[in-house]
């Protein structure tokens, strides 16, 4: 059985940047949603429903044909959106830039952290419709991805260790229809400790 976790901060703590609001509603309501509807996909597939649900999705080949789809898309939330609230930090807690063998490979493949974030935020811009932008680390390398609705990199094999939310609920209520703006924000509460963590795991 898959169960929402809480957020490791409260719902203000990414204020002025994501406001209350709408953290509340994207954890409490989307996020609920999330982990109700895959627990309902999968009732009565014990052995699927013990699974982390990172594994799950990494192999979806093993979920019956007949929810697969329902849980592609609320085993992705659940996992995307896991992830997510992890990669952030109120801008007191975090820091405010890569450092170690992180800094060293974006520096590598992007030029400087500017260029790299500049990048990432033009694929969130363009990523048509909802979705969800990640960069992606493979064997020490880092490209930027995006990917519709709640598919993650983990479906194809490949290890996310930052994503952002681009779906319109994670923004609206306070940045209406300007997702450049949203994003730009987003990048003062990144938790690059965490982010960090996460490459040094699989590197």
Avoid: C
Avoid at 24 to 30: E, L, P, S, Y
Avoid at 122 to 149: C, E, H, Y
């Amino acid at each position: 059985m898959f169960t929402l976790g809480d957020l490791p901060y409260a719902y203000n703590a990414l204020e002025p940047f994501i406001d209350e609001r709408t953290m509340q509603i994207h954890h409490d309501k989307h996020h609920a949603a999330y982990v109700k509807n895959l627990n309902d996909a999968l009732a009565g597939q014990e052995e699927l429903l013990s699974l982390p649900v990172d594994t799950l999705i990494g192999d979806l080949s093993k979920v019956p044909e007949v929810v697969r789809t329902k849980v592609r898309n609320n085993g992705g939330g659940h996992a995307n959106h896991t992830m997510f609230w992890s990669m952030m930090a109120a801008p007191s807690e975090g820091s405010d830039k890569p450092s170690g063998a992180l800094s060293e490979v974006i520096d590598k493949t992007f030029g400087d952290l500017a260029t790299f974030q500049e990048k990432f935020s033009q694929a969130g811009v363009g990523r048509f419709g909802s979705g969800w932008v990640w960069l992606v680390a493979d064997k020490g390398a880092l490209t930027i991805t995006d990917t519709p609705n709640q598919d993650s990199p983990l479906m194809d094999g490949r290890v996310p260790i930052l994503g952002l939310d681009v779906w319109e609920h994670a923004y609206y209520l306070k940045y209406q229809n300007l997702r450049a703006d949203y994003i730009k924000a987003w990048w003062n509460v990144v938790n690059w400790r965490e982010v960090e963590r996460r490459f040094n795991t699989i590197t």
